[in-house]
């Protein structure tokens, strides 16, 4: 097994990613579980950018762990994956992909709170505002993101209203609001609701 190992882990060095998912996957199937070869599958899987199947290796991998130590390693690893993929995929405004990651993630850790409060924002992206609020259940009463969950709650009410909220901050007696242009700039504006015209300044209409 040593030298197999060893030779996938050069097949990956290589760039024959394909090549070790396949081995892998053929050895996995035999003999169901090698802590080794679940990390050389699930680095393969990013390899050829797929990162939802590389995370269910790992938390496959986590599951079967018993060394505790090991354990927090493959959660670090795990983590690390999901969030660099939740980055892509929100920029990129891919929600069913998105939403596909999530809805395998409150299943695989049920106790991640966290998981579900991305579920639920994910689900009011695509206005799925009755499976949003189911997600939101879960985390209502969490110490640490209870209060973003009933604020997330609070925008499908005002939402289902067809209110919109807008946080204002203060500058000096003025009131100002952090806004995008063209949803990739960010700006601050000032709120006038007495002013006849709406202007921004020559540098941001560049």
Do not use: C
């Amino acid at each position: 097994f040593a030298l197999f190992k060893e030779t996938l882990a050069s097949w990956l060095q290589n760039g024959q990613a394909e090549q070790v998912l396949s081995y892998t996957q053929l050895f996995l199937d035999r003999f169901y579980f090698d802590a080794d070869v679940f990390q050389l599958q699930a680095a393969a899987q990013l390899k050829i950018h797929q990162p939802l199947e590389a995370i269910k290796s790992l938390f496959t991998q986590h599951e079967r762990t018993t060394v505790s130590t090991d354990a927090t390693a493959l959660h670090l690893a795990i983590d690390h994956v999901v969030e660099k993929y939740r980055q892509e995929l929100e920029q990129q405004k891919r929600w069913q992909e998105l939403l596909a990651l999530y809805n395998y993630l409150v299943v695989a850790e049920p106790g991640n709170t966290g998981y579900f409060l991305t579920q639920a924002k994910t689900l009011v992206e695509i206005q799925d505002f009755t499976n949003a609020r189911l997600s939101l259940a879960h985390v209502y009463d969490d110490p640490v993101l209870g209060a973003e969950a009933r604020a997330l709650l609070q925008r499908i009410e005002n939402s289902e209203r067809g209110e919109i909220r807008i946080p204002l901050q203060t500058s000096g007696k003025n009131f100002t609001v952090n806004a995008m242009l063209d949803e990739r700039y960010p700006v601050t504006l000032l709120v006038d609701t007495g002013a006849s015209i709406s202007s921004i300044s020559r540098e941001h209409f560049n």
